[in-house]
């Protein structure tokens, strides 16, 4: 509805495409402004059953501000180092640290050999190509408790 609005006030053009080949996935708030939403894998193939030839969706900016903690959770993952993370609740710890793979480096063909390795030495199930993604380890989350 949003797009045909926006389409019919001349607030958006497309140009060169037929708006019938585009397909537009997200969320609408309240407040105007669009949100990425859950489940758009299944709709994307489904617009590709349909002979859709565009899928359109909201680019999510998944940390907005925290410019400081991610500056130096960049040096710790370059340098290899441990992180511990403290703060009240809420304030972004388990949401920066579930990202924390998205910014290690990828790996060179030997440390992929290398991971490989030790993966067929413990798990030998299953494990038929190359590793190439870099080995992360996220302990589980918890909240900490002091008594005095």
Known sequence: MTIGLLLKTNQIEIKGM???DIGFIGELSL???L???SGI???VMEAKNRVIKTVIIPKVKEVN???ELIRYIQIA???GHNILMVGSPGCGKS???KRIPAILPEMSKEEALEVTKIYSVVNTDNLENLIEERPFRAPLL???SCFW
């Open 18 to 20: 037929n708006i019938n």
């Open 31 to 33: 407040n105007g402004k």
């Open 35 to 37: 949100r990425s939403c």
């Open 41 to 43: 894998l299944s709709m």
């Open 65 to 67: 501000g925290q410019s």
């Open 77 to 79: 993952v370059a340098g």
């Open 95 to 97: 949401m920066i640290a």
């Open 142 to 144: 918890r909240q900490l």
